[in-house]
């Protein structure tokens, strides 16, 4: 699975992207991360790309014009990847791939979302910063409005960053062992290793007898009864 995302701010995923499981997912090309910054689709030659509110107001909005020409370079990139020919146009285009608009004010995202969405190839997320992205560009291409919480961050990359993970989980082979992922099997939100009993500040603390009789009706019984 490819997640191509439009941001202004693209080295904010490294650290994320760069460690643990997505990171070997990656490496594995189970899934791939591709960034669009319109920065780079600014006609302005000092790569500006934020200007006053009409109307008024705090803040600086980010022009419609370069965000729809670095959707339509993942579209493009899309295309290419399945071998299709297709010119693209803002208003007629119409390509079968998740288009998230992330905003406050957003459908809530779940992990019911997260299964859904993995199930494409390819997802479009766009990232807003300051006051926004001019709303025109959701008059040029159908978006899914989502939110991950009920919230306002100063920008997109973090809930886009929390998709991924989310999304990404529900690939095969992200994972390893399916059954890795919780929702799937019978899970506890409380879990337990080694040693059984060890002690802090003079009270014993002890893995649950349950968890060490190996009756494995009765520990997915108590398993339920935590959730």
Same mark, same amino acid.
């Given at each position: 699975? !490819? ?6 701010? /693209? ?18 090309? %189970? ?10 689709? !600014? ?11 009409? #109307?008024?107001?705090? $803040? ?12 339509? %370079? ?8 399945? #071998?299709? &020919?297709?010119? +693209?146009?803002? *208003? ?5 791939? /998740?288009?998230?608009? +992330?905003?406050? &004010? ?9 299964? %859904? ?7 479009? =997320? ?11 560009? *959701? ?6 409005? =989502? &939110?991950? $919480?009920?919230?306002?961050? !100063? ?16 690939? *095969?082979?992200?994972? $390893? ?6 929702? &799937? ?43």
């Amino acid at each position: 699975m !490819t997640f191509h995302i439009i941001t202004l701010f /693209p080295h904010a995923f490294d650290s994320y992207l760069g460690e643990s499981i997505l990171k070997r997912a990656i490496e594995d090309k %189970k899934i791939q991360v591709k960034f669009y910054n319109p920065r780079d689709f !600014t006609e302005d030659k000092h790569k500006r790309i934020d200007r006053a509110p009409y #109307g008024g107001g705090p $803040g600086m909005v980010i022009q419609a014009e370069p965000v729809i020409r670095a959707i339509e %370079k993942a579209y493009s990139n899309i295309l290419k990847n399945v #071998g299709m &020919s297709k010119k +693209l146009k803002a *208003k007629s285009f119409n390509l079968k791939v /998740p288009l998230v608009w +992330l905003s406050p &004010s957003g459908k809530q995202f779940t992990n019911e979302s997260g299964v %859904k969405y993995a199930k494409h190839k390819d997802i479009v =997320i766009i990232c807003g910063r300051y006051e926004g992205i001019d709303a025109r560009v *959701k008059k040029a291409f159908k978006v899914e409005e =989502i &939110s991950v $919480g009920p919230f306002v961050l !100063t920008g997109g990359e973090l809930p886009a960053m929390l998709m991924i993970d989310v999304i990404a989980r529900q690939v *095969k082979g992200v994972l $390893g062992d399916f059954n890795s992922l919780e929702e &799937s099997r019978i899970a506890s939100p409380d879990v337990y290793t080694r040693p059984e009993t060890f002690e802090y500040k003079g009270k014993k603390l002890r893995v649950p007898k349950i968890l060490l009789s190996g009756h494995q009706a009765k520990i997915n019984e108590w398993k339920l009864r935590q959730k």
